[in-house]
């Protein structure tokens, strides 16, 4: 009889560690997944992916302003200055969050694009302008 019982209370605490041991797992994965999803990288794709569209809808003379105020914040936060967040290099859009990476994504329309921070209300600068040129002269 005695022999029984302690297996029964072996097999219970073995159930009971296995429970915890899954639990912590899943609370560290979901801590994870939430601090990507709040990170620089996500914004930094996000941030490209929707300048290089609206650059290939756009049309040489056509100046358009996005805000960036989430972006800023997060830059700050990692020591970045806001005239470094956004660089436009022949067709690619690089944005840069933080001290370790960047994300570059490309657009398609073949125009001349620059870009620099919107100053019109100099106390609280969380836009972008981008001014569409004229199209790239093919040689």
């Given at each position: 009889?005695?022999?029984?019982?302690?297996?029964?209370?072996?097999?219970?605490?073995?159930?009971?560690?296995?429970?915890?041991?899954?639990?912590?797992f899943i609370?560290?994965?979901?801590?994870?997944?939430?601090k990507q999803?709040?990170?620089?990288?996500?914004?930094?794709?996000?941030?490209?992916?929707?300048?290089?569209?609206?650059?290939?809808?756009?049309?040489?003379?056509?100046?358009?302003?996005?805000?960036?105020?989430?972006?800023?914040?997060?830059?700050?936060?990692?020591?970045?200055?806001?005239?470094?967040?956004?660089?436009?290099?022949?067709?690619?859009?690089?944005?840069?969050?933080?001290?370790?990476?960047?994300?570059?994504?490309?657009?398609?329309?073949?125009?001349?694009?620059?870009?620099?921070?919107?100053?019109?209300?100099?106390?609280d600068v969380?836009?972008?302008?981008?001014?569409?040129?004229?199209?790239?002269?093919?040689?």
């Open positions: 009889m005695k022999k029984e019982i302690g297996k029964r209370g072996a097999i219970l605490m073995e159930n009971v560690v296995f429970i915890i041991l899954n639990l912590l609370s560290i994965l979901i801590v994870f997944l939430l999803g709040e990170g620089a990288i996500v914004l930094e794709q996000s941030y490209a992916k929707y300048i290089a569209l609206v650059i290939d809808a756009a049309k040489p003379g056509m100046e358009i302003k996005i805000d960036m105020e989430k972006g800023k914040k997060l830059a700050e936060k990692n020591n970045i200055d806001f005239d470094e967040i956004v660089k436009i290099s022949g067709n690619s859009v690089k944005i840069k969050l933080s001290k370790n990476g960047e994300y570059i994504y490309s657009f398609f329309n073949d125009v001349n694009v620059t870009c620099y921070p919107d100053t019109s209300n100099p106390e969380t836009a972008y302008i981008f001014k569409i040129n004229e199209y790239n002269a093919h040689e």
